[in-house]
């Protein structure tokens, strides 16, 4: 098939029924291979989409620039949008994330500004907020707080999902997914639960994140990227939570490793948080489809030494 912009390709990824991992209790895991976007993460769904909203508002043109506190997927996002809409992008990120990331929004022509790592999430948009009061030209993603963020996967992810399942006869009786700005979590939560009061929404959260309850989030750190948080966003509607499967760092490794050399999946760390709480939560249920989401790859964390 031939497209004619890179945009064309985000979305419509791959989902997939694992086969090879044995599952308990007569249970079936679905995954959405959201590593297969173009620049590799889930993240670009709302790259291109918030840009695309953001430029049809008259709010930027090819003069701004995108300024954004992120984990670097988002910052991965972002820097594809900008290409695409024609406009610049600087991204803020924690030190202590993903080199690889780094490397990838360089290679999208992006601008970085690192943030140390003992000030977290909540340093880089204390520092995203200062680059925005010094540049009259910036203007902010605000993906922690933009509607534009669930709505898009409301709109893509969510529709994808109940489609290829509804298709297939089958019906979605867990969602498991993670939440960093909560985004993915409660739009396609929302969407399923609209279409069924029966689906549950399984919340996969780092030990360290107040989402889904940590009593001492500055005491239990996580090296889980990309999900969890130290406040909970705008963007995450609590409300749409049932369950909550509180993951370590190990289980997502290990979760990542069982992917890879089990069902030959390379898929990232918080996608292997997701798999841990999917086999936590098949221990408990019988003849259930379990989906969740894979957010993005293997590949950019081989410099963590975790394989």
């Not at 009259?136 to 489609?163: G, K, L, V």
């Not at 749409?240 to 030959?264: C, F, H, P, T």
Request: glycine residues 8%; proline residues 4%; aromatic residues 6%.
């Amino acid at each position: 098939m031939l497209y004619h912009s890179i945009s064309e390709l985000i979305g419509d990824t791959p989902l997939l029924e694992l086969h090879k991992i044995r599952i308990p209790n007569n249970n079936r895991i679905f995954v959405k291979c959201e590593f297969c976007n173009p620049a590799g993460s889930i993240k670009d769904r709302i790259g291109f989409y918030i840009l695309s909203r953001m430029k049809e508002r008259g709010q930027i043109d090819s003069d701004s620039i995108i300024v954004e506190a992120t984990a670097g997927n988002t910052g991965l996002g972002i820097a594809l949008g900008a290409i695409e809409v024609g406009c610049k992008a600087l991204l803020v990120i924690p030190e202590y994330f993903s080199k690889e990331k780094q490397a990838l929004i360089k290679a999208l022509g992006a601008e970085i500004c690192l943030t140390p790592k003992d000030e977290g999430m909540q340093g880089a948009i204390k520092k995203a907020q200062e680059i925005l009061a010094s540049m009259p030209n910036a203007i902010s993603f605000s993906q922690f707080e933009n509607p534009d963020n669930p709505r898009a996967h409301y709109e893509s992810t969510a529709r994808e999902i109940y489609s290829d399942m509804a298709s297939n006869g089958l019906h979605i009786d867990y969602f498991v997914c993670g939440a960093g700005s909560g985004g993915s979590f409660s739009g396609v939560a929302r969407y399923l639960k609209e279409r069924s009061s029966s689906t549950k929404a399984v919340l996969c959260d780092p030990l360290s994140s107040i989402i889904g309850g940590c009593e001492n989030p500055n005491t239990q750190k996580s090296h889980i990227e990309g999900i969890g948080n130290d406040f909970i966003p705008k963007t995450m509607d609590m409300s749409l939570i049932d369950e909550v499967y509180k993951i370590n760092d190990e289980e997502a490794y290990e979760g990542m490793r069982m992917l890879a050399k089990s069902e030959g999946v390379l898929a990232g760390i918080s996608a292997g948080a997701s798999f841990s709480a999917c086999m936590k939560l098949a221990q408990k249920v019988q003849n259930a489809n379990i989906l969740t989401i894979l957010p993005d790859g293997l590949d950019r964390y081989l410099s963590r030494d975790i394989i």
